[in-house]
């Protein structure tokens, strides 16, 4: 699927130059604060506040995105992003560090974070509708992952070269996060090239009292019921994000920058061509079990990767992990959008990408202190895939039975 729509195209290049950055910088986050001298609570620390200031930002913007306009949004957003990347060049000072991280928007996880993905969400559903959506979806999932995959191997390079060619370590990363702020600036570019059909409808546009402050009506508790859940996936995903999978390679088995981008790069590149699988599944077995059966697997998978006593065997279940995780990403964000309003939208994807936010801010407080004891390195993994499957039966036991309307009510 290629987009054929010039605003369903800037929104999947704003995706990939996005993705590109959070890549870049996963893989050498961790290690630039470790050569800094920051212990492991202050680098969990550090990282949870990236992560809850980054939900309270985006809380706000997301649900005020349909009323203030969402290419407003999304500008403001790629400023923020300028602004930490900035920051962190700047100063190694921690207190500075944590204004920074908690203000803008710095992704240690090479996940999304930001208004980005709410806003980008609603406004591909409106230009493309409920028969295209999950298959966008999985096409934008996948265009995400090799931009991450392609972000994580240039940034893995680039400070391995910085460093042949002399530069300490601390410089070599510096360099790094540098062009991760100059993605914010060409994110504002493209984001202002954006037309006004990406804005809601005024037709569409509800007048009810019963919209709250999260910018919800009559949708509001489905959304709820499912941040929480989402907040419980991605409290456990927070554990194993990649820039602590790079820093867990690199301690065990003693791998440089280079092989750890390049590393990252193949997880990253099976993650996005896994997505591609989830819109024909949905089709067929529904979104909800596409969500559940393609990601318990994955998850068992996950918690195995400590237990593999050569790295040629780490790398192998890693790798298998990654090509089946991704599935139910699109089918999750398709089912969001499905089963609310269209100007519930950008605040639906807004609050449930928030609520994963605040899940996975708490993790990294838990385990950075577990990745640097040597005899609890792996225990991290092992939490992430226990708490994972208890999500995905959460999840079937409580939504099976709600079916987005192009669906229907049963599906057999």
Do not use: C
């Not at 407003?72 to 400023?79: D, I, K, P, Q, S």
């Not at 028969?131 to 191997?153: D, E, H, I, K, P």
């Not at 360099?175 to 037709?203: D, K, N, Q």
């Not at 499957?389 to 039975?401: E, I, N, S």
């Amino acid at each position: 699927m290629v987009p054929r729509d010039r605003d369903v195209a800037l929104l999947f290049a704003t995706r990939v130059v996005r993705m590109f950055g959070y890549g870049f910088l996963a893989v050498v986050l961790v290690l630039y604060l470790t050569t800094l001298g920051l212990s492991g609570g202050e680098i969990g620390l550090l990282l949870s506040l990236t992560l809850l200031g980054d939900a309270a930002v985006s809380l706000w913007l997301t649900t005020h995105a349909d009323r203030i306009g969402r290419r407003r949004v999304l500008v403001a957003g790629a400023g923020l992003m300028l602004a930490a990347g900035l920051a962190f060049v700047a100063t190694p000072i921690f207190a500075v560090l944590v204004v920074a991280a908690t203000i803008g928007v710095i992704s240690p996880s090479g996940n999304e974070v930001g208004p980005f993905l709410a806003v980008e969400q609603a406004s591909l559903s409106q230009l493309v509708g409920s028969g295209r959506r999950t298959g966008v979806f999985a096409w934008y999932q996948l265009a995400g992952s090799f931009a991450t995959a392609v972000g994580t191997l240039a940034g893995g390079a680039l400070a391995q070269a910085a460093m042949a060619g002399g530069a300490g370590e601390s410089d070599a990363y510096r360099m790094v996060i540098a062009g991760y702020a100059a993605v914010g600036i060409v994110l504002a570019v493209l984001f202002t090239r954006l037309t006004s059909r990406v804005e809601v409808a005024p037709g569409e546009a509800a007048s009810t009292p019963l919209r709250d402050r999260l910018g919800l009506h009559r949708s509001r508790a489905v959304v709820l019921r499912l941040s929480a859940l989402f907040a419980l996936d991605a409290f456990a995903g927070g554990f194993v994000v990649q820039s602590f999978i790079a820093f867990w390679f690199h301690e065990r088995f003693g791998v440089e920058p280079a092989f750890l981008g390049g590393l990252l790069f193949g997880a990253n590149l099976l993650a996005g061509v896994s997505a591609l699988a989830a819109g024909r599944l949905a089709a067929r077995f529904g979104l909800i079990e596409t969500m559940v059966f393609t990601h318990l697997p994955s998850n068992v998978l996950l918690a195995l990767v400590p237990f593999m006593p050569t790295l040629p065997l780490a790398v192998l279940v890693l790798l298998l992990r990654f090509s089946i995780s991704q599935m139910d990403v699109p089918t999750r964000q398709s089912y969001t959008m499905a089963v609310v309003a269209p100007d519930e939208r950008s605040a639906a994807a807004g609050v449930t990408g928030i609520a994963r936010s605040l899940g996975v801010a708490a993790s990294p407080l838990l385990a950075a202190p577990l990745f640097v004891s040597a005899a609890l390195a792996g225990a991290p993994f092992v939490i992430a895939g226990g708490l994972k499957v208890v999500y995905d039966l959460l999840l079937y036991r409580a939504f099976v039975g709600h079916r987005p309307p192009e669906e229907g009510p049963t599906r057999r």
